[in-house]
């Protein structure tokens, strides 16, 4: 859709406020609801099997990380529909967000604190799991690259 709106200049087959809806809505989809989410999963998979644990230190806060996006993503996609949408873009930089925004804003920062508090208990779950469960014989010096990256970008979270 977005590219059918950028087709040919002055071509509108939408209304200009929901063309920045929509880019609004898509950014944040797709960097809070695909790519944060697909990462946090690779690290799951990954950072047991590296470190020679049998499962995340702490499955159950594993298990709320989880459930809360689910959550999270339909508040964001019910933002696009109520009101007149939020339509200061994915960045939320001014001046488009300095206005005061439809109460649809609302819906849509609540989402983005679920998908953030999601990552911070993934994030707590991987410092857990990399601090108490690797194999005696593995030292911090000795872990994969792949597990130094989580656990650095675990503790900026």
Same mark, same amino acid.
Do not use: C
């Given at each position: 859709?977005?590219?059918?709106?950028?087709?040919?200049? +002055?071509?509108?087959?939408?209304?200009? %406020?929901?063309? %920045?809806?929509?880019?609004?809505?898509?950014?944040?989809?797709?960097?809070?609801?695909?790519?944060?989410?697909? !990462?946090? +999963?690779?690290?799951?998979?990954?950072?047991?099997?590296?470190?020679?644990?049998?499962?995340?230190?702490?499955?159950?806060?594993?298990?709320?990380? !989880?459930?809360?996006?689910? !959550?999270?993503?339909? *508040?964001?996609?019910?933002?696009? !529909?109520?009101?007149? +949408?939020?339509?200061? +873009?994915?960045?939320?930089?001014?001046? *488009?967000?300095?206005?005061?925004?439809?109460?649809?804003?609302?819906?849509?920062? @609540?989402?983005?604190?679920?998908?953030?508090?999601?990552?911070?208990?993934?994030?707590? %779950?991987?410092?857990?799991?990399?601090? %108490?469960?690797?194999?005696?014989?593995?030292?911090?010096?000795?872990?994969?690259?792949? @597990?130094?990256?989580?656990?650095?970008?675990?503790?900026?979270?």
């Amino acid at each position: 859709l977005i590219r059918l709106e950028l087709f040919q200049p +002055g071509l509108h087959f939408f209304d200009p %406020n929901f063309y %920045n809806e929509l880019v609004t809505v898509h950014g944040l989809v797709m960097i809070f609801g695909v790519i944060m989410p697909a !990462f946090v +999963g690779l690290a799951n998979w990954m950072v047991p099997l590296m470190v020679g644990a049998p499962d995340m230190a702490l499955p159950r806060l594993n298990n709320w990380s !989880f459930w809360i996006l689910p !959550f999270a993503f339909s *508040l964001l996609i019910t933002a696009l !529909f109520i009101g007149s +949408g939020p339509n200061f +873009g994915w960045t939320m930089y001014a001046p *488009l967000s300095t206005l005061y925004g439809p109460p649809s804003t609302d819906y849509l920062i @609540v989402a983005i604190h679920l998908m953030g508090i999601s990552s911070v208990l993934g994030a707590i %779950n991987i410092i857990a799991t990399i601090t %108490n469960l690797r194999t005696p014989s593995m030292k911090w010096m000795k872990m994969p690259l792949f @597990v130094w990256t989580w656990f650095i970008t675990a503790f900026l979270l």
